[in-house]
Each structure stands twice: as structure tokens, then as C-alpha cells.
């Protein structure tokens, strides 16, 4: 069973900056690919960045130049850096990873961006 404990969100103006994290704790299972994703209101659950094990990364083009994901896998522990946060980022965002035979979801964390 692998446990996913995130941080980091809350209220920012537009233009500001926001570090979400999720530590998983792994109890002997091999993290694959750690990531996050968002849901807006009324919108479907996408995709806004992802990390895999030997750090090749993926991005969402709405966000490319803006956030940076990055990975500390001794710690399990997967960031998300927002940058220059717009309204539209407004989202629950939720860190995902996977192992070997499942993947895991955190409870999700509450990014607002007001204008």
C-alpha cells in the first residue's frame, strides 16, 4: 500500500507563485511515475505534469514555461513549481504515482488564483 500526503496549495493573486508536494510513503514499492494532475469545476481531470523515474518529464502546453515538476526519489517526493498562476490554473490538484501493478492518488489540494 503506498500513502500519498500532499501540500502546498492555496489562495495566490495572478502573476504569483505556488510549490505543491506530495511524499509517498512506499513500504517497499518501486515508484515508477510520480505526477500531478488538475480538475476545475465543470471541467474533465487533466494531465498538468509528470516525472518519471529517470526524469524525462511531460507537460501539459498550457503550463509549459511556467511550472516545473521535479522528483527527490530517495525521498519519494514529487514537486510541483507554479509560476506566473493564472485564473484558468484554478483547480483541485491531485498527485498520482504509479508502481509496478497500480496506481495511487493523493486527496488533492485546493489551488486558487485570483484576478
Known amino acids: 500500500q503506498v500513502q500519498l500526503v500532499e501540500s502546498g496549495g492555496g489562495l495566490v493573486q495572478a502573476g504569483g507563485s505556488l510549490r505543491l508536494s506530495c511524499a509517498a510513503s512506499?513500504?517497499?514499492?518501486?515508484?515508477?511515475?510520480m505526477g500531478w494532475y488538475r480538475q476545475a469545476p465543470g471541467k474533465q481531470r487533466e494531465l498538468v505534469a509528470d516525472?518519471?523515474?529517470?526524469?524525462?518529464?511531460t507537460y501539459v502546453d498550457s503550463v509549459k514555461g511556467r511550472f516545473t515538476i521535479s522528483r527527490d526519489t530517495a525521498k519519494n517526493t514529487v514537486y510541483l513549481q507554479l509560476n506566473d498562476l493564472k485564473s484558468e490554473d484554478t483547480a483541485v490538484y491531485s498527485c498520482r504515482v504509479t508502481t509496478a501493478a497500480t496506481e495511487y492518488w493523493g486527496q488533492g489540494t485546493q489551488v486558487t488564483v485570483s484576478s
Open positions: 512506499v513500504n517497499g514499492f518501486l515508484i515508477y511515475v
Open positions: 516525472i518519471t523515474r529517470d526524469g524525462r518529464t
